[in-house]
């Protein structure tokens, strides 16, 4: 497996070993801004940390907790506005050791946006840290009244979501595999500071508003300075307890797990949250008797990840979840998955799921996204406004692409990697 990522601490020229010699990696590095990202979400949510507390508890029920910390953040979310802010994200991430993986259509459920995942891409840096955030671009090019749309660019072309120079460092520490202990706090505090939250908005209220009737994830992107985190996920090890767990604590939980019903065999992702806090925010770009005003967009998820499936695999589980989803009945997900094996031996020999090679293989575990479910999460807490209409899906790929500078890589293909233990480049 490839090992641009790993840690890289070249020897001190002069033979002594002062710290400020020593290259923090990448990995370092991503570790520091998710523990930095996260005390700022608990200062900035303090719901967030009742989830923590909840998956924490639950987690050490488990009759074999692992010996990692479990409920060390897995993902955070972010939604950017143009082309330049995809590709500076691509950039800062780049610093963390962070490839974008992995291109996700949200269209077809009525969410305008397009995505990736931005995460650590070998085994060994997954294991030193699992930090990934699922960032998403607006799709300006789904706003039907072309007025509203040209206002919307207009005020997105104006923003600048970066601290000055971060961009810069992100670029050096790519490069040379790192940065030094001095210069470490600095980038991270910068890369911080696109990701905090504003409680104003430059904009009038009336444009807010006009905003948000299109469709309130546009109001979101365009009227605010930055690309405030919308939520953070920890990891558990039974999502059923922890939804229960919130709904017993009054946190208010979406009304049902998104992905694959309850299995022995988990496969791919399950995912839950509290829905998102209305939270008060000041509009600077109006009249003084239009300042006040609430927004809707910061929540808490949880996610139980499983084995990651096959090319084969996923068919079935995208058309099995589509049946569900069809039938729409009670029980309708437990009973159109009975079709989808549930023991390790069936999973192997029909090659649905992968293994890492050797007996008995161990399952490879799912680190990606699942698009369906994603447009589940952006619409229960994006409240009722965000509509859930089926659309015919319209991916724009190479737009994109485009905008990020780069292409995705692709996921079957670092899975197939894993369970082969192969030492490709990626
Ligand atoms: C992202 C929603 C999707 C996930 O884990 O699938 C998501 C967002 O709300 O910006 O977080
Ligand atoms: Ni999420």
Same mark, same amino acid.
């Not at 299109?214 to 920890?234: E, Q, S």
């Not at 050797?358 to 589940?376: H, I, K, M, Q």
């Given at each position: 497996?490839?090992?641009?990522?790993?840690?890289?601490a070249?020897?001190?020229?002069?033979?002594?070993?002062?710290?400020?010699?020593?290259?923090?990696?990448?990995?370092?590095?991503?570790?520091?801004?998710?523990?930095?990202?996260?005390?700022?979400?608990r200062?900035?949510?303090?719901q967030?940390?009742?989830?923590?507390?909840?998956?924490?508890?639950?987690?050490?029920?488990?009759?074999?907790?692992?010996?990692?910390?479990?409920?060390?953040?897995r993902?955070?979310?972010?939604?950017l506005?143009?082309?330049a802010e995809?590709?500076?994200?691509?950039?800062?991430?780049?610093?963390?050791?962070?490839?974008?993986?992995?291109?996700?259509?949200?269209?077809?459920?009525?969410?305008?946006?397009?995505?990736?995942?931005?995460?650590?891409v070998?085994?060994?840096?997954?294991?030193?840290?699992?930090?990934?955030?699922?960032?998403?671009?607006?799709?300006? !090019?789904?706003?039907?009244?072309?007025g509203?749309?040209?206002?919307?660019?207009?005020?997105?072309?104006?923003?600048?979501?970066?601290?000055?120079?971060?961009?810069?460092?992100?670029?050096?520490?790519?490069?040379?595999?790192?940065?030094?202990?001095?210069?470490?706090?600095?980038?991270?505090?910068?890369?911080?500071?696109?990701?905090?939250?504003?409680?104003?908005?430059?904009?009038?209220?009336?444009?807010?508003?006009?905003?948000?009737?299109?469709?309130?994830?546009?109001? !979101?992107?365009?009227?605010?300075?930055?690309?405030?985190?919308?939520?953070?996920?920890?990891?558990?090890?039974?999502?059923?307890?922890?939804?229960?767990?919130m709904?017993?604590?009054?946190?208010?939980?979406?009304?049902?797990?998104?992905?694959?019903?309850?299995?022995?065999?988990?496969?791919?992702?399950?995912?839950?949250?509290?829905?998102?806090?209305?939270?008060?925010?000041?509009?600077?770009?109006?009249?003084?008797?239009?300042e006040?005003?609430?927004?809707?967009?910061?929540?808490?998820?949880?996610?139980?990840r499983?084995?990651?499936?096959?090319?084969?695999?996923?068919?079935?589980?995208?058309?099995?979840?589509?049946?569900?989803?069809a039938?729409?009945?009670?029980?309708?997900?437990?009973?159109?998955?009975?079709?989808?094996p549930?023991?390790?031996?069936?999973?192997?020999?029909?090659?649905?799921?992968?293994?890492?090679?050797?007996?008995?293989?161990?399952?490879?575990?799912?680190?990606?996204?699942?698009?369906?479910?994603?447009?589940?999460?952006?619409?229960?807490?994006?409240?009722?406004?965000?509509g859930?209409d089926?659309?015919?899906?319209?991916?724009?790929?190479?737009?994109?692409?485009?905008?990020?500078?780069a292409?995705?890589?692709?996921?079957?293909?670092?899975?197939?990697?894993?369970a082969?233990?192969?030492?490709?480049t990626?």
């Amino acid at each position: 497996m490839s090992d641009i990522l790993s840690p890289t601490a070249p020897a001190s020229p002069s033979g002594h070993d002062r710290p400020d010699d020593v290259l923090l990696s990448p990995d370092v590095l991503r570790a520091r801004f998710a523990q930095a990202m996260s005390d700022l979400y608990r200062q900035e949510v303090p719901q967030y940390g009742a989830l923590l507390e909840l998956v924490g508890a639950v987690n050490a029920e488990q009759p074999h907790p692992p010996e990692e910390r479990v409920a060390v953040e897995r993902h955070g979310a972010i939604r950017l506005g143009t082309a330049a802010e995809l590709s500076g994200m691509r950039r800062l991430f780049a610093a963390f050791g962070m490839r974008p993986v992995g291109y996700y259509d949200l269209s077809p459920a009525g969410v305008p946006v397009h995505s990736t995942a931005f995460r650590p891409v070998t085994t060994e840096a997954l294991a030193r840290n699992p930090f990934r955030v699922f960032t998403s671009l607006l799709r300006l !090019d789904l706003i039907a009244d072309p007025g509203l749309r040209a206002e919307a660019e207009a005020i997105l072309r104006n923003r600048d979501i970066f601290a000055p120079g971060v961009l810069a460092t992100a670029d050096r520490a790519a490069g040379a595999g790192g940065l030094s202990q001095r210069e470490a706090q600095d980038f991270i505090q910068g890369a911080l500071h696109s990701f905090r939250w504003h409680d104003t908005a430059p904009v009038s209220g009336t444009l807010y508003r006009r905003l948000r009737a299109a469709h309130p994830l546009i109001a !979101d992107v365009v009227c605010f300075r930055g690309p405030h985190i919308n939520h953070l996920t920890p990891r558990t090890l039974d999502i059923d307890a922890v939804q229960a767990g919130m709904a017993a604590r009054g946190m208010n939980p979406k009304a049902s797990i998104e992905g694959p019903p309850r299995r022995q065999v988990p496969i791919l992702l399950r995912q839950t949250s509290f829905k998102a806090l209305e939270e008060p925010i000041r509009f600077t770009g109006g009249p003084a008797d239009d300042e006040a005003g609430t927004h809707t967009a910061r929540f808490g998820e949880v996610e139980q990840r499983g084995v990651a499936l096959t090319p084969k695999g996923r068919a079935l589980y995208d058309r099995l979840l589509a049946d569900a989803q069809a039938d729409g009945g009670p029980g309708a997900l437990e009973k159109h998955f009975a079709a989808f094996p549930d023991d390790a031996p069936s999973l192997l020999r029909e090659e649905l799921a992968f293994f890492r090679e050797g007996d008995p293989g161990r399952p490879v575990t799912y680190e990606d996204f699942l698009p369906v479910s994603a447009a589940g999460i952006f619409r229960s807490n994006l409240g009722d406004a965000a509509g859930n209409d089926a659309r015919a899906a319209s991916p724009r790929r190479e737009m994109f692409v485009q905008a990020l500078g780069a292409e995705p890589l692709d996921e079957m293909r670092l899975y197939r990697i894993e369970a082969e233990g192969s030492t490709a480049t990626v």
